[in-house]
């Protein structure tokens, strides 16, 4: 089955700064990665998507890298400000499942 | 854009009771719904699909005569925990698809539910 997992529970980051939020995944079938923010009390909201034909996409001041030889994705956030705390889900899908599986999640703490 | 509504989004209630909770989709039409529990500081959990006039498929563990699940309609999936006891005090969040966009799997997700039993 698919695993999905991320490094680090918690990061903390000052306002400005870049962010970098990894995840893991174990299943090498899995060819479509989601990023969900959800702020407390409230349900996850897409962030980015990835395909696995892919190894990097950009949104706004956002960038998702995928390397599928490690099975390893990354969620960048250029110049991170006090709206972005929240908690970060990486999730996975594979071929044929269209349910992705949900990572741990990443508390994002971004102080002033 | 896609906009999933939930109701209601805190409920407190005695144990033994039952509770349900609406998940509908506003602009847009949902053969498929799911549902999902997240306890504190812990990831979503997918407990059933929710399919549009059929019964809902529960992933493994999750009791369906626990956790009822109704789709009687494209746009309303109800969740219904029956004699509810406080180990069933969570967060409660659905999602939906919208009709014909099974590949796209960046789904909406509703505001959530939490649930507290007493």
């Known amino acids: 089955g698919e695993s999905v997992g991320l490094h680090l529970p918690t990061l903390s980051v000052q306002e400005g700064d870049n962010s970098i939020i990894n995840c893991a995944y174990s299943n090498s079938a899995s060819d479509y990665f989601i990023w969900y923010k959800q702020e407390s009390g409230k349900g996850p909201q897409f962030i980015i998507d990835?395909?696995?034909?892919?190894d990097k996409r950009q949104g706004q001041r956002v960038t998702v890298l995928l390397n599928k030889t490690v099975k390893h994705l990354s969620l960048q956030i250029a110049a991170t400000q006090p709206g972005d705390s929240a908690v970060y889900f990486c999730a996975a899908a594979s071929g044929g499942s269209y349910i992705p599986t949900f990572g741990r999640g990443t508390s994002l703490i971004v102080h002033p | 854009g896609a906009v999933v509504s939930q109701h209601p989004s805190r409920v407190i209630c005695k144990s033994g009771t039952s509770v349900k909770i609406e998940c509908r989709s506003l602009d847009f039409q949902a053969t498929t719904m799911f549902w999902y529990r997240q306890f504190p500081k812990q990831s979503l959990m997918l407990m059933a699909t929710?399919?549009?006039?059929?019964?809902?498929?529960?992933e493994q563990g999750v009791e369906k005569d626990k956790f009822l699940i109704n789709h009687a309609s494209l746009t309303l999936s109800t969740l219904t925990v029956t004699s509810a006891h406080p180990e069933d005090s969570s967060f409660y969040i659905c999602s939906a698809i919208p009709l014909g966009q099974l590949s796209n799997y960046g789904y909406t997700f509703g505001s959530g539910t939490r649930l507290t039993v007493v």
């Open positions: 929710s399919n549009e006039g059929s019964k809902a498929t529960y």
């Open positions: 990835i395909r696995s034909n892919m």
